[in-house]
């Protein structure tokens, strides 16, 4: 009796991770504490996140949003099991600690063009995952179920550089999506398409999302991008990087270009997180 | 201004980076066949010039033929039989060591680009075997092979390891770090991970290499005839020599030169139909300066 009650307090900080972060299992989709990493540089050690904790639900939508060169990116790595965190850290799917990347979770990276296959056709580069895994009915299936969902199936027999950007980042999320995964990561996927393509994308990916029930990882620099298609927002920052501040965001669903963003709702937390993020320029 | 005029035609998906490059007016695409043609009229009057200076008595040289007698030559030696013999029996083992030879030479250097070890051991010895003339292995090659087709084919297939194994090494550590994130993330296996990143990476420059050593093969197969295996092409031009029969021996070098010609072009279009997204996309890539 005594030992556990005097455990929390040992650390103030272990206290804070074991609240935020320590459920029970697969009630989560992620879950970490008292994550960090360090980049090997030449002067040292440089740390790029500390203490980071948080879960996230089966099926929620999150945002991990924060200035660029914070360490959205390298979080997402490590979640996606591309990047090992630091000795220590504790980081789970699905209730087991993370080894390397899982059956289950796809990610969309930041750059299409560099991604994608260029010499291969868009219904190939989707196929690319199920080659050797399913049989070829299967695959056909349901490469053309995937691709069906982001719109593209006229455009299954050309090839990437024939498209725009917002299809090549169209092919990306199909070719995550016909893994089936229970888990979506996507870097800054709408970050580099023009604003009006920008919008279009974010409502097919709350279609997608409200389709396949995945559980969404959203990096993210845009506020109103975070706010708008999230149930909750992760502010990272500082230097090392936390989460410093964590929102729901109870937005009624489906969402709208117009109305979310007028909703006086949308607007009030847009605002709290702007007053986080000039706290943490200040 | 001209360039203005054609520009509909660089809407055409894929050619729309003709446009962007905007130095090369399209009209030039209009040109093509007409310059092709245009190609020909030099070694046209050339050869003209040469019967005339020869019929004229010009040229004085007794052992230099003719282009008429160079073509009658050619008829009958194919009318008889020899020149499909020889060429059959020169490209068979050219080809046949080409193909030994790329094998070998594209599954070196996967293992040289792929592995750190195996670069590390085995670099020295492969720059330093590169670098000796194929051309100075015959004579051992006949030692050791004695006057055979297979000594041939080991030539041919020698001389066509080395551009191939070292273009496919540099290819194959060409895999960017972001189909690498790719290929971890979709759990690929390493037989994957070779055969659809590391060698369609590859492929551009291997290419490049595989012409390089079928060129390679056909003039080491013809020069191991002349020194060492009594047949084809090159024992052809010996025996040509031998029996002061001038008009054999430039029937016999013009049609390598010809043969030579269409062995590239075939392997061009071989490319571009086995790879069609890799050829256009590379196309591309070069045309938009990217």
Redesign the interface.
């Known amino acids: 009796m005594s030992t556990s009650a005097a455990r929390p307090a040992q650390s103030a900080q272990v206290a804070k991770s074991a609240q935020s972060a320590r459920p029970d299992a697969a009630d989560h989709a992620f879950a970490c504490s008292g994550l960090f990493v360090e980049y090997p540089l030449r002067t040292g050690p440089l740390r790029v996140l500390e203490d980071v904790a948080f879960s996230c639900a089966p099926g929620e939508f999150i945002s991990i949003l924060g200035p660029s060169g914070t360490g959205k990116t390298t979080l997402l790595r490590i979640l996606a099991g591309l990047l090992a965190p630091g000795e220590g850290s504790s980081v789970t799917f699905e209730g087991t600690p993370l080894t390397g990347p899982n059956d289950g979770v796809a990610i969309v990276f930041q750059d299409y063009r560099s991604s994608l296959l260029q010499w291969r056709t868009v219904r190939k580069n989707v196929a690319l995952g199920l080659e050797g895994r399913v049989d070829k009915a299967e695959r056909d299936q349901r490469v053309d179920a995937a691709l069906d969902l982001v719109g593209l199936s006229g455009r299954a027999r050309d090839y990437p550089w024939q498209l725009s950007g917002g299809m090549q980042q169209r092919v990306q999320i199909a070719r995550a999506l016909v893994m089936r995964p229970r888990v979506l990561l996507m870097d800054e996927p709408f970050g580099a398409l023009d604003a009006m393509t920008k919008t279009q994308l974010q409502d097919e990916l709350l279609r997608v999302r409200e389709v396949t029930g995945a559980t969404v990882v959203f990096v993210t620099h845009d506020v109103d991008e975070a706010v708008y298609l999230s149930d909750r927002v992760l502010v990272l920052s500082g230097s090392p990087a936390r989460v410093t501040t964590e929102l729901d965001v109870d937005l009624p669903s489906p969402r709208d270009q117009v109305a979310t963003k007028e909703d006086p709702k949308y607007l009030r937390i847009r605002h709290s997180v702007y007053e986080t993020l000039k706290g943490v320029h200040q | 201004m001209t360039a203005g005029a054609v520009t509909p035609d660089t809407e055409t ?2 050619r729309g980076s003709a446009s962007q490059t905007g130095a090369r007016p399209t009209g030039r695409r209009v040109s093509w066949r007409p310059r092709w043609l245009v190609g020909l009229i030099v070694p046209v009057v050339l050869v003209a010039a040469w019967q005339l200076a020869k019929s004229a008595g010009a040229l004085s040289y007794a052992n230099l033929p003719s282009p008429l007698q160079i073509w009658d030559s050619a008829v009958t030696l194919t009318g008889n039989g020899q020149i499909p013999g020889d060429f059959g029996h020169t490209l068979a083992a050219c080809l046949l060591g080409w193909v030994i030879g790329s094998a070998i030479g594209a599954a070196a250097g996967v293992a040289l680009g792929l592995s750190r070890l195996v670069w590390s051991y085995s670099m020295a010895s492969v720059e330093v075997l590169r670098s000796i003339p194929a051309i100075s292995f015959i004579p051992i090659a006949v030692i050791i092979f004695l006057q055979s087709l297979k000594m041939e084919i080991v030539i041919a297939a020698w001389v066509s390891i080395w551009p191939v194994a070292v273009s496919t090494m540099a290819g194959v550590g060409g895999v ?1 770090s ?2 690498r ?2 290929a ?6 390493w037989t ?1 991970r070779v055969t ?2 590391a060698l ?1 990476t590859a ?1 551009p420059k291997m290419l490049v290499a595989l012409r390089l050593g079928l060129a390679g093969a056909l003039v080491l197969a013809i020069v191991a005839e002349i020194v060492g295996n009594p047949h084809g092409v090159g024992y052809a031009l010996v025996n040509a020599q031998q029996q002061a029969q001038p008009a054999e021996m430039f029937a016999y070098v013009l049609l390598t030169g010809v043969v030579g010609v269409v062995l590239n072009a075939l392997l061009t279009l071989a490319y571009r139909r086995l ?1 069609p ?2 050829h ?2 590379e196309s ?2 070069t045309t938009s300066g990217r």
């Open positions: 998906p894929g960017t972001a189909h994130d790719l971890a993330s979709l759990r690929m296996s994957a659809k990143l369609p492929l790879a997204g890799f256009l996309a591309r890539r």
